[in-house]
């Protein structure tokens, strides 16, 4: 069996002394791992980043096997964020998250054009944050776990949505909430803006909104946590 299909490394696990399991989000085949030998010479290192985007041929005898990858470089993102910690880190928890949040080999082009468009505003701009936490209420539409933000879960109404319910992951507005707001998730205003950016605090709201669904629907059914790459960002954009 064989395919080719574009990818971004999500992550690289040495393997004996020379090869690799990388793990690739692709656009047509999902997230989709195999062995890449030859994986620790000085060309591959840098090929194998993730982040980095790749053409990638994969080969495998039975469609269940690990089979091996073939990776050729098309756009080196990891290179343009190498020397900016926080966008390091906004890198690193992305592919943590799609690496474990994903099933394998079950195809999700949305998410990967949303992890594209993200790498890109990643390496080119500053308001990075806000797109961050937009892909990941992306990725939680996708695997079925979307928040209503449209309008008022109370009282059906459409403004001053200023909370989400932790529980069923519907907005509140700013009235309505008044009564248990303590209890209720912020609801940042730049999610509600088509291309909207959020200043630190609200994106760090928006990463604890996030966050919470993420664990709640992804992580906790199998008892576990957020990748640490995504816990040390949200620590890092507090820096």
Known sequence: MEWSDDGVVVSVREHGETSAIVSLLTMNHGKHAGLVRGAAGKRMRGVLQPGNRVKATWR????????????????????GVIGDRKKLAGLAAACAVTETALPEREPHPRVFNGLIALLLVLAESELWPSAYVKWELGLLAELGFGLDLSRCAATGRGDHLTYVSPRTGRAVSQLAAEPYRERLLALPSFLLEEGGAGSTAEVTQG???TGHFLERHVYAPGHRGLPAARVRL??????
């Open 60 to 79: 495998a005898r039975l469609a269940e096997h690990l089979g091996g990858l073939t990776c050729e470089l098309t756009d080196s993102i990891a290179a």
């Open 207 to 209: 990463m604890v909104l």
């Open 234 to 239: 949200v620590e890092r954009m507090a820096e």
